[in-house]
């Protein structure tokens, strides 16, 4: 009994101090993320021809300051993380700069009853910042080592209402639809049928148009009918290409 007693003094001791070492990170953190918060502020606060004269709601900046954008790049350092730039994650993808991570958001319109649908999971982090806001997100990631890590990774982090599924998201997720937002987060020539069909009158798609690995439109999908939609370009943006599965 002394001996087991003293082992788990011993681990609650180990505990303490893996805790007191992580404290200084955890501050550290918080302030770069307070600061990424601000320059997406400030970056909204110049751009009314995108947001219009609302910019950026409350609620969407705080979705940016309760995700912790560290844990979903390879390094997890704050000094990077919250760097208002892309970063990449390893087999030929980015996650997005934390701007343009909040303007979709912004764009899409979640409310808190809504289910999302996000195409391109990536590392998980713009599904994580959807989840802050909605009732229910669904995301595909094409790349198996990306869907298993970002799986994991928002699992690891409660994030409990958050499906991911390993699968070519041009033709979306019925069975986890239909949807009052969708996010696509790689360029493609025009906003696939399905997800368009799936989609919610009332709802939003927003998504790059354009060739990937240059310059594309990022790009506002009203459906206002069911057989009609609305188009607006809002601001240029560079993401990677749609990937299709080979089958």
Known sequence: MKALLLLVFAMVVVAREATAQDAPKDAQCVRERVAMVETIRAYARSAASALGQQGLSESVLEAMEQTKRHLFIPEQ?????YADRPMPIGLGQTISQPYIVALMTQLVEVAP???????????????????HLARKVCTIEIIPQLAETAAKTLRDLAYDNVSVKLGDGYDGWPECGPFD????????????PPLIEQLKVGGRLVMPVGPGYTTQQLTVVEKIAPDKTTTRAVALVR???FTRSQN
């Open 181 to 192: 937002a969708i996010v696509v987060t790689a360029a493609l020539g025009q906003p696939p």
């Open 113 to 131: 009853d809504h289910v999302v649908l996000e195409v391109g999971t990536g590392s998980g982090y713009q599904a994580a910042v959807l989840a």
């Open 239 to 241: 993401f990677v290409p």
């Open 77 to 81: 350092s704050c000094s990077i993380a």
